[in-house]
């Protein structure tokens, strides 16, 4: 399984890591997503890390702003989410092959 955390409400310009923790099994070999939806619309992709080699791909509303990672030792993935805007305003949850987490709120308000 998929457990997610690190939501929270932040002022815009703010940053935010997001934590994605697995469990049973191992990232070691598969690529990480994180997606996100926003209230009314569609859940939409975010950010990727590929596996192997790491290569990195990110939605244009995020590019510049987001940063996936992962570690390996720790079975874990991140979202590093610097200068947010209200836009960014959704549950975010993380992915890797069959399984989701269940989501962490984040909410980008003055």
């Known amino acids: 399984q998929l457990v997610d955390s690190g939501g929270d409400l932040v002022q815009p310009g703010g940053s935010l890591r997001l934590s994605c923790a697995a469990s049973?099994?191992?990232?070691?070999?598969?690529?990480v997503r994180w997606y996100r939806q926003a209230p009314g619309k569609e859940r939409e992709f975010v950010a990727e890390m590929q596996n192997p080699g790491g290569a990195t791909r990110y939605a244009d509303s995020v590019k510049g702003r987001f940063t996936i990672s992962r570690n390996f030792g720790e079975n874990a993935m991140y979202l590093q989410m610097n200068d947010l805007k209200t836009e960014d305003t959704a549950v975010y949850y993380c992915n890797s092959f069959r399984y989701w987490g269940q989501g962490t709120q984040v909410t980008v308000s003055a």
């Open positions: 049973g099994f191992s990232i070691r070999y598969l690529a």
